[in-house]
């Protein structure tokens, strides 16, 4: 179980670095400033950066089998998983919005994150519940 957590777990770093990739080229950190509601590089980054972190936790912990560094991947988990949701109603009340012609259509004034595909986004977020459930799963002693 401890395994196909970490498979999954970078499967889900890999779709969140494609999505970085994109906020990053459709101009994210130089639309930090602007009116609106959008996903902030604070928000962003430190999404990122407790994933990663929460990730390296679990390379320790499958080297050293600590159960203290597994709790506390989990819990990063957690905080991810809430941050996680934030940008995620971001970018569909977004979306909605669009839709609903309330927002400009020019692709110059859409918020970075709207360049995400909806595939990504969708296996991002399957994955990433994937891997909380298979991290709680193994910190629990199923599959020992």
């Not at 990053?24 to 009116?35: C, F, V």
């Not at 990504?120 to 799963?137: E, K, N, P, Q, Y």
């Amino acid at each position: 179980m401890k395994w196909a957590a970490l498979v999954v777990w970078i499967l889900t770093a890999g779709g969140g670095f494609i999505m970085l990739g994109l906020w990053l080229r459709h101009g994210g950190m130089r639309q930090a400033r602007e009116s609106g509601r959008r996903i902030r590089p604070p928000l962003l980054f430190s999404h990122f950066l407790l994933a990663a972190t929460g990730l390296v936790l679990w390379l320790i912990y499958l080297a050293n089998d600590s159960d203290t560094i597994k709790w506390i991947a989990f819990a990063l988990l957690l905080v991810v998983a809430g941050l996680g949701f934030t940008m995620l109603g971001i970018w569909t009340s977004r979306r909605r919005a669009a839709v609903a012609g309330a927002a400009s259509t020019a692709a110059e004034s859409l918020p970075a994150e709207q360049h995400f595909p909806v595939a990504i986004v969708t296996l991002h977020g399957l994955a990433a519940a994937t891997t909380l459930v298979l991290v709680f799963l193994t910190n629990i002693g199923v599959g020992d």
